[in-house]
């Protein structure tokens, strides 16, 4: 056997690596049940239904969306997004039903508030569980047309906002709704909820499951590359950042999560603000094909996966795993 020479190194960055207690004695960043923000489909009805393309997601009716949420509490997860999957009977072409005071997401927020007020609920602002198309705005012809688009997105804000969300979230990338939200709940004396805009939202693949999951993969016309934004680009997220910042804006979304961690960097560099990160429906289903495959370990992947957007400057994160997340966490 050669011996090695030993050598002459004075800066060795393995010794603060060497036991359990020195890694966590320098370590740069900390996922915490506070960072989690919970997803969940609702349905109508009782009980829950799964999820083909994202195995371990149900949708959940009212009673169910409820029951979670008071295992969010439990778990120590500060937050909850509902997203609805709307009976195919009650989609137009106005998006008629996003205005209806007693829409499934209007009633699943007044039950889960009365059950567990200590769970912040956040709306997602955007036409597509609605429309007869699955465009997230009104179409006209061959486009999404905007403003009369964000004319219906203030009137569904208001009514979410009536219904008693604490968070709306604008999730349809049209020009200037953040802005018209802000004013429309001011007029209404709703100062005190805020807006947590998809400020960088991409036309993605990454969407595929999610929009299995509300209904709108079979009737989606064309895509939504006319107001997402392309992967292509990561300049432009800055200016759509400090637009949404600029019209009332207090919290942002980078999404899709992973793939973008360069765009969520750079949003928190430059702009300091509260900022998170949304984990989509595509990246859950490729972590839980591999992990169902046998081929990763479902909680290590999940953890280190959710430290990557901390690391990267993340607040917190939306995330499909949120509860297996939190439970990890408290095995610790
Ligand atoms: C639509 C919306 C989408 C998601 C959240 N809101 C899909 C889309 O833009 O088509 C995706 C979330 C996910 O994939 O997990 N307003």
Redesign the pocket.
């Known amino acids: 056997m050669i011996k090695p020479e030993k050598l002459e190194l004075r800066l060795r960055l393995r010794r603060n690596r060497k036991a359990e207690w020195t890694r966590r004695l320098v370590r740069e960043h900390e996922l915490s049940t506070a960072d989690l923000i919970w997803?969940i489909f609702l349905i109508e009805g009782t009980g829950r239904q799964p999820i083909d393309s994202m195995p371990g997601v149900e949708r959940l009716s009212i009673d169910a969306a409820a029951h979670a949420a008071s295992e969010a509490a439990e778990l120590g997860i500060p937050a909850i997004a509902l997203?609805p999957y709307t009976d195919p009977s009650l989609r137009d072409a106005e998006a008629s039903e996003a205005l209806n005071e007693a829409n499934l997401v209007c009633r699943a927020t007044r039950a889960i508030k009365r059950a567990v007020p200590q769970v912040g609920i956040i709306t997602?602002v955007?036409l597509?569980p609605y429309t007869s198309h699955g465009h997230?705005g009104l179409l006209e012809g061959e486009e999404i047309v905007n403003d009369p688009t964000v004319s219906v997105l203030v009137g569904q804000a208001l009514n979410q906002a009536r219904a008693g969300a604490d968070i709306i979230a604008p999730?349809?990338m049209m020009d200037g709704r953040v802005g018209a939200i802000r004013a429309a709940l001011d007029a209404e004396g709703f100062e005190h909820v805020s807006i947590m805009s998809y400020a960088a939202?991409y036309a993605s693949a990454?969407?595929g499951?999610?929009?299995d999951a509300i209904g709108?993969k079979a009737t989606l016309v064309g895509d939504?590359r006319t107001y997402?934004m392309d992967p292509a680009n990561g300049e432009e997220a800055l200016r759509e950042v400090a637009a949404d910042l600029e019209e009332g804006a207090d919290m942002l979304i980078v999404?899709p999560g992973l793939p973008y961690l360069d765009v969520l960097f750079r949003v928190k560099e430059t702009f300091g603000v509260p900022t998170f990160a949304?984990q989509?429906?595509?990246e859950?289903a490729m972590i839980m094909a591999a992990v169902n495959a046998g081929w990763l370990d479902a909680d290590r992947t999940i953890l280190e996966s959710l430290m990557a957007f901390k690391r990267a400057g993340a607040n917190g994160v939306l995330t499909y795993f949120a509860p297996r997340a939190a439970k990890a966490l408290r095995l610790g």
Do not use: I
């Open positions: 997803p997203f997602d955007a597509d997230d999730s349809d939202k990454f969407y499951p999610f929009r709108t939504k997402q999404k949304y989509v429906s595509g859950y």
